[in-house]
């Protein structure tokens, strides 16, 4: 139903269109104006559409809320005596009953009555929404129609529009990261209430066991969150070393060496790495190249771990080989040819030109996509789930279970949670500091490459 609705109203938008642009085409007949006809169809259209989207959103956020605590008011006397929990299951059976769904238990009269004042509120919440988009929408379209006239500057108005929109964008997407780090600093603050901040960022013992009761072992937890970090940082160096000499040479290879049919068709191969997706990655870790690094190590005579750093952070550099690569390769082209030339020109062989000349003229935009690609591996989530281990061992030995900080992370937040313990609130102290960690790396590394292309653009 709602899919024919919102067909219609575009199908009403594009007649809105036709008809800004049939009157702009009348008025030139006799005169010039100011704009082509379309600009016209489109200022038209947009004075429907906009308010008709603006009102639809708005009833998608608050309709559902509104309609549920209108069927609630309606039984206030029925339901007086229900808890917060029955309450809740309460609407998810009349919801679910009314949306011709099965529910377990019995169906009550009560039940009945609600799923039918919950029918009956959504089909007049409907019309109401029909009503109101059709009534604005055309109180729009007839404001904008009588505006299209020979001095009219329809284009002019369609830019601000536009403008408008890409500042809103923009400001959404501020917004949503102001309000992601303001949740989680929230719930980190709470955590450092508990917990003190010196033995989170500088203690050895990773443990964050909450006790039931204040008899039990281990009634406090540990949260020295080094093991992590250790883990975390071992991991992605790994990653790095792998990732950065593949990718760099395979960059070389594309922009110096390799002829334009090679480059058309292996660079696009190998950003198909890029798109492949990180869980797929975290399957081949975990069944593939764990297993054969744990047999490899059993014939040279190596005890490998399972969830070892090593296969972790293989099947990690494999994954931004194509960020590097493709980095790489940008800064490397991106070097003046005449550079190239007078190294050439001065009897340099190409190889020497390569190594002396362009790789140092490159090295600042490498240095940048190398920081962006340390960052995806420091945040990277689903491999190290997968195929990392547990527990929070301290160790630089990349042959033994390592765990990450966004392996606890998931860990901590994993079924049924009560943000009041300090066990799950050291999730957001986690995530907190991983913020602030890969940002800093963001940081540097757009300044670098900022910096780089001031010098050769």
């Not at 030995?397 to 937040?413: E, K, M």
Request: some cysteine.
């Amino acid at each position: 139903m709602m899919i024919i609705i919102a067909l219609s109203f575009l199908l009403i938008t594009f007649l809105n269109f036709r008809a800004g642009r049939s009157k702009a085409l009348k008025i030139r007949e006799n005169t010039s104006i100011h704009s082509l006809p379309e600009y016209y169809g489109y200022y038209t259209a947009f004075w429907f559409l906009i308010p008709v989207t603006l009102i639809g959103i708005s009833w998608l956020l608050f309709s559902e809320s509104l309609i549920t605590s209108f069927v609630l008011s309606n039984l206030q006397k029925e339901i007086v005596n229900f808890n917060e929990i029955q309450t809740l299951n309460f609407i998810n059976d009349f919801k679910n009953l009314s949306e011709g769904r099965n529910i377990t238990g019995e169906i009550s009269l009560l039940l009945k009555e609600a799923a039918s004042l919950y029918s009956y509120f959504s089909t007049v919440s409907n019309t109401l929404l029909i009503f109101a988009c059709l009534s604005i929408g055309l109180f729009g379209f007839y404001i904008s129609i009588n505006k299209v006239s020979s001095v009219f500057q329809a284009r002019n108005a369609i830019e601000r529009y536009i403008n408008y929109f890409f500042l809103a964008s923009t400001c959404i997407a501020i917004l949503a990261t102001a309000g992601i780090l303001f949740s989680v600093v929230f719930e980190a603050i709470r955590f450092f209430g508990v917990v003190d901040l010196d033995d989170f960022l500088f203690g050895l013992k990773w443990s964050p066991q909450m006790a039931i009761r204040e008899d039990q072992v281990g009634s406090s937890g540990a949260f020295g969150a080094i093991p992590l970090f250790v883990g975390t940082i071992l991991i992605s160096i790994i990653a790095l070393l792998v990732a950065v000499p593949v990718g760099l040479m395979n960059a070389i290879y594309l922009s110096e060496y390799s002829p334009s049919n090679v480059r058309a068709y292996a660079k696009p191969m190998l950003e198909i790495l890029a798109g492949i997706p990180t869980v797929v990655y975290g399957f081949f870790a975990a069944i593939t190249v764990a297993p054969f690094l744990r047999g490899f190590g059993e014939f040279v005579g190596l005890s490998i771990s399972s969830e070892s750093a090593l296969g972790v952070g293989l099947v990690m550099g494999i994954m931004i080989i194509p960020l590097v690569s493709s980095l790489s390769d940008d800064v490397i082209s991106a070097v003046p040819q005449s550079m190239r030339d007078g190294s050439l020109g001065l009897g340099a062989t190409k190889s020497e030109t390569i190594k002396k000349v362009i790789l140092p003229a490159a090295l600042p935009g490498i240095v940048g996509g190398v920081l962006l690609a340390a960052s995806r591996a420091i945040g990277e989530t689903m491999i190290v789930v997968m195929a990392a281990g547990l527990s929070a061992k301290l160790t630089v030995n990349p042959l033994d279970a390592v765990t990450t900080v966004t392996v606890q992370i998931v860990t901590l937040l994993v079924g049924d949670q009560e943000f009041d313990s300090p066990k799950t609130l050291a999730a957001f102290a986690l995530g907190l500091t991983l913020f602030v960690f890969t940002l800093v790396l963001n940081y540097y590394a757009l300044r670098i490459v900022k910096k780089y292309r001031e010098q050769y653009e």
